[in-house]
């Protein structure tokens, strides 16, 4: 198939990477900035263009990996008028799409992507068609990027993204929050890498919910008040121990 790829953020920086493996060929970068559509384009041999362009490269389908307020006014982009479109946000309906073409749908990587990365991760990819043969089509494409492609209803796609922010975004903030207190108290982060590796790689094996450990679990009201103490320099940390310790007794006492 011929790709026409519409950003060139961390998305559609993946997205060239990956099908520059496959027989597929990338035709052109498009970007609202034309030195990041140029500078991308230019690694592909391919030639750039941008979003006010009156026409893009000819193609089977154009991948739009642009941000969900770009989208908000995806039919100013007058060059994808009848093309066959996807989108790639974890939020978006597909319908959003429907007054550019009869053939669009999502092609939504679930996977936390950065262009400064050389290797892709495994990326485990969501589809929707918005009739059977589109869906097929787009589930073909994904399956020549992926081995994990998941058919889902956009009420799924939701909550596998609101499920992602939680598990990835949420998580790595904790990082950063542990690192910062690393540094206002002069502690090697380093010496947290073991621990953070190991829950990471249990998660692959076991439910997270069985090897939940700490003093929120074990209701251990003396280290609970002994950290909330230690934190009184940091209001909006101790803000946040408090309101996750919570969140955990509530969570277990439930079950």
Do not use: W
């Amino acid at each position: 198939m011929k790709i026409v790829i519409l950003g060139s953020g961390n998305v559609g920086t993946a997205l060239c990477k990956l099908i520059a493996k496959t027989d597929h060929e990338l035709v052109q970068v498009i970007s609202r900035n034309p030195d990041h559509a140029r500078n991308l384009a230019a690694q592909y041999n391919v030639p750039s263009g941008t979003l006010t362009d009156a026409k893009f490269a000819v193609a089977d389908i154009y991948i739009i990996a642009l941000s969900d307020l770009a989208l908000d006014t995806i039919e100013k982009i007058t060059a994808l008028k009848n093309k066959f479109a996807v989108h790639t946000a974890g939020s978006v309906p597909a319908s959003v799409l429907k007054n550019i073409s009869s053939s669009y749908g999502i092609l939504y990587p679930l996977q936390s992507l950065s262009k400064a990365l050389d290797d892709i991760p495994e990326i485990p990819f969501l589809v929707e068609g918005n009739n059977t043969e589109t869906q097929y089509t787009i589930t073909e494409f994904a399956r020549s990027l992926s081995g994990k492609v998941i058919t889902v209803t956009e009420h799924q796609r939701m909550y596998y993204h609101i499920a992602a922010v939680f598990a990835a975004n949420f998580t790595n903030h904790m990082f950063a929050i542990a690192e910062d207190i690393c540094k206002k108290e002069k502690l090697d982060f380093n010496v947290l890498l073991p621990i953070i590796n190991e829950v990471t790689a249990r998660v692959n094996h076991y439910s997270p919910y069985d090897v939940q450990t700490g003093p929120a679990l074990r209701d251990d009201i003396v280290t609970l008040n002994k950290h909330i103490q230690g934190l009184s320099a940091f209001p909006d940390i101790k803000y946040l121990y408090l309101k996750l310790s919570e969140s955990i007794l509530k969570f277990y006492q439930k079950r």
